[in-house]
């Protein structure tokens, strides 16, 4: 005879009643994980500058950042910020985010292409260089030079159009130039170039070799508060005395720049999840001092004529979400996605918590009440009978009892069910005595 097992509960039952709900649930959660609320992507594009540009070397210290959380950020070479805005508007670009400078767009425009911003980085001063005994006084004096601005994609032309144009000039009085910064600073020197105008963070290579080559000359904007009122997204920034060597009083005064700030702009699709991220890696890389910007001054919401992100807004006012603060970017990411899959279980756990009892109830004792089912047959059967069958039908009844009641012995059932199993077995014995009176 084999053993039966003992439980406090059946596991085979528990299963049958629990599995195709645990099974619907799970498909439940499953779909919310994965189509309410998408998982950020692993490999982002990144449209930085030229090479060995400041945008350039502060994009790859961004992909360093973000690889530090699995992240991949691929950095492309562009001509600058009018490129890279063109680009993050241009859904079949693929690029994600990149560098834009201040005015090189407006809000209307912005909203239209899906721009969003992530705010401001850093100061990025309009360096205007040039050669002479005499010092400038006034940008009408660059009538008739040879300018260099750099190709189209670069945010200086923009910008340099606007000065020109409140200083009473055109593009026609001045002769414009295209090169790049490396082959126009050379040009520059070999005095192919009079004037050299850039829009360049303190980190340029470039500028700083500028400020210390012999008679090489910076313009003053003396009248730098004056351009900030006529421009908005322009900043006065002070470059102060003996900021690029002091040891040699370089410079040997203080100079009045304008500045455009560069702006982290993406395309509205980036994942909300990214946008906290890049701007913790941006208070890394941009929020210590320099020469134009104080500790902590920047990542800011300021200084951007596109609309910074709702996202952006919160860790401006916030910092990062209280998560990320403690966790791993992906494992802070999965508890806030979270909510969504415990709203959803939620909206099931009550009814389920209803019927799911009832049915492991029902399919433990059903198990029990089926053999109730001979039972009655047997005693109808019994009553059927005439006269003359009925001794023959009792002796075929209780061979069948015999036989129900060895089934029944073999039925494992959890020992809270021990009452219904012992009161069948009461049954099959009340019936037997029945027939055995009867005959």
């Keep these: 005879m084999p053993k039966i097992k003992f439980t406090l509960i059946s596991t085979k039952d528990a299963l049958f009643a629990f599995g195709p709900i645990?099974?619907?649930?799970?498909?439940?959660?499953?779909?919310?994980?994965?189509?309410?609320?998408?998982?950020?992507?692993?490999?982002?594009?990144?449209?930085?500058?030229?090479?060995?540009?400041?945008?350039?070397?502060?994009?790859?210290?961004?992909?360093?950042?973000?690889?530090?959380?699995?992240?991949?950020?691929?950095?492309?070479?562009?001509?600058?910020?009018?490129?890279?805005l063109r680009q993050i508007s241009d859904s079949e670009s693929n690029i994600d985010i990149g560098f834009v400078q201040s005015g090189s767009t407006n809000q209307a425009d912005a909203e239209a292409n899906g721009l969003t911003s992530l705010g401001s980085?850093?100061?990025?001063?309009?360096?205007?260089?040039?050669?002479g005994k005499k010092e400038l006084a006034n940008l009408r004096e660059l009538k008739g030079q040879r300018i260099n601005l750099g190709p189209d994609g670069y945010g200086v032309r923009r910008l340099f159009q606007q000065i020109l144009e409140v200083n009473n000039l055109e593009e026609n009085d001045v002769h414009i130039q295209q090169l790049e910064s490396t082959p126009a600073t050379v040009a520059f020197i070999e005095g192919k170039v009079d004037v050299l105008v850039m829009s360049s963070a303190s980190d340029s290579l470039l500028v700083q070799m500028?400020?210390?080559?012999?008679?090489?000359?910076?313009f003053d904007?003396?009248?730098?508060?004056?351009?900030t009122r006529r421009f908005p997204f322009l900043s006065h920034v002070l470059l102060p005395?003996?900021?690029?060597?002091?040891?040699?009083?370089?410079?040997?005064?203080d100079y009045h720049l304008i500045s455009p700030t560069a702006t982290l702009v993406a395309h509205e699709s980036l994942h909300p999840a990214l946008i906290?991220?890049?701007?913790?890696?941006?208070?890394?890389?941009?929020?210590?001092a320099n020469w134009f910007s104080r500790q902590g001054e920047f990542p800011s919401d300021r200084f951007t004529e596109i609309a910074v992100e709702p996202q952006a807004e919160k860790f401006y006012k916030n910092g990062p979400p209280f998560l990320q603060r403690y966790l791993s970017f992906w494992m802070s990411n999965f508890l806030e996605r979270m909510w969504v899959l415990?709203?959803?279980?939620?909206?099931?756990?009550?009814?389920l918590s209803k019927i799911i009892p009832p049915l492991y109830v029902w399919r433990v004792r059903s198990r029990i009440y089926r053999w109730y089912g001979q039972l009655r047959s047997v005693e109808h059967t019994l009553d059927d009978a005439t006269p003359k069958q009925r001794k023959q039908i009792a002796q075929e009844q209780l061979q069948r009892l015999n036989e129900i009641e060895m089934k029944v012995n073999h039925i494992s059932i959890p020992l809270s069910y021990a009452e219904e199993l012992y009161g069948l077995r009461s049954h099959i014995q009340f019936v037997r005595k029945r027939i055995v009176d009867g005959e």
Excluded: C
């Design 241 to 253: 005395r003996g900021i690029v060597n002091m040891g040699k009083d370089i410079p040997s005064r």
């Design 221 to 227: 904007f003396v009248q730098a508060e004056a351009y």
């Design 276 to 288: 906290s991220l890049f701007l913790q890696a941006a208070k890394k890389i941009h929020g210590g």
């Design 22 to 84: 645990v099974l619907m649930v799970i498909a439940v959660l499953f779909a919310a994980y994965y189509f309410v609320d998408p998982a950020p992507g692993k490999t982002l594009d990144f449209s930085a500058g030229q090479e060995n540009s400041a945008y350039e070397g502060f994009a790859k210290q961004y992909a360093e950042e973000l690889a530090k959380n699995q992240i991949t950020v691929r950095v492309h070479k562009s001509q600058g910020s009018q490129e890279n």
């Design 121 to 131: 980085l850093f100061y990025e001063p309009i360096w205007i260089f040039y050669r």
């Design 210 to 218: 500028l400020l210390q080559t012999p008679g090489v000359k910076l």
């Design 342 to 351: 415990l709203i959803a279980f939620g909206a099931l756990a009550l009814p």
